[in-house]
């Protein structure tokens, strides 16, 4: 007898309308950005995290708001809000990095950043070139405002320090240019670190910090006072103050304070220059070392 003949036939399994064949269901869903992009969820994500990369640069690559969205992330799956929330904690997330970079900068960036990703979006559809046009002048307008932006507040910046120096050096700063180099020294052999950083402008302190090899201003005078011992006497103090144009240059390479074993090493040369009034007192305005 035939076996073949006595096995029944397989019928084909019914499948309720909608149910994916079984194969797929051993795979699982397949991933598909047009169903990501349609969705309220994927489309706010993703638009987020768009708007939190064409942010990121304008606001010096700060890491703090991306730390905060991954912070709030956290929280909501320790907290299990993940299911209340229905899958919208991950667009939150995104949503929080991108108001804590929009804080840290200013409404120029972000309509330089908007422009620039109207640009990408036209590029992504050429040759339909009209919203590339449109996102291209975009940029030039927010480009150009945002860079007038940014040169008033480095020029406010500017302003602000120098009327901040101004009040330090009218209270740190000599009466005599004579007097500067010496006031430096002592300063150092007493371990002064606001009498010695107040007396110099940002650019001598930035040298100064330099020829110490350290990373601040009151490392390098703990530095200067080690390599000195004791603080100088005045008669050791005999370096020369020349005037040259608005300035007045004292080598500190050429006292004795400066030769081993009174003091080494060599101080440097100094550029003494004049505060503006109404305190018109001096201070040091360039350092060299020797």
């Not at 640069?57 to 993940?82: K, N, Q």
């Not at 050096?169 to 670190?193: S, T, W």
């Amino acid at each position: 007898m035939d076996e073949r003949r006595d096995t029944p036939a397989r019928l084909p399994v019914a499948r309720t309308p909608g149910e994916p064949p079984p194969a797929e269901r051993r795979r699982g869903p397949r991933f598909s950005w047009r169903a990501l992009v349609r969705s309220p969820r994927g489309a706010v994500g993703l638009a987020a995290l768009a708007a939190a990369l064409l942010l990121w640069p304008f606001s010096g690559l700060s890491w703090i708001p991306w730390l905060a969205g991954l912070g709030a992330l956290l929280v909501l799956r320790i907290l299990r809000l993940e299911g209340p929330l229905r899958g919208w904690d991950l667009p939150l997330a995104a949503v929080i990095v991108v108001v804590g970079l929009m804080l840290s900068t200013g409404p120029w960036a972000w309509a330089f950043a908007a422009s620039i990703g109207v640009l990408l979006a036209g590029l992504a559809q050429l040759p339909w070139w009209r919203l590339a046009a449109v996102g291209a002048v975009l940029c030039l307008i927010t480009g150009a405002g945002f860079g007038f932006a940014n040169w008033q507040t480095r020029e406010q910046a500017a302003r602000e320090h120098a009327a901040t120096s101004e009040r330090t050096f009218a209270v740190m700063g000599e009466r005599k240019p004579e007097r500067v180099l010496g006031a430096l020294l002592e300063g150092i052999g007493q371990g002064d670190v606001v009498g010695v950083c107040g007396l110099m402008d940002e650019q001598a302190r930035a040298a100064f910090v330099q020829a110490a090899k350290t990373a601040s201003c009151a490392d390098a005078v703990l530095a200067f006072r080690q390599a000195a011992g004791a603080p100088p006497r005045s008669e050791r103090l005999d370096a020369t103050v020349v005037p040259v144009g608005g300035a007045w240059l004292a080598d500190g390479c050429r006292t004795a304070w400066a030769q081993a074993p009174l003091g080494g090493p060599a101080l440097g040369r100094l550029e003494v220059r004049k505060s503006a009034p109404p305190g018109e007192t001096y201070f040091i305005a360039a350092f060299a070392a020797c």
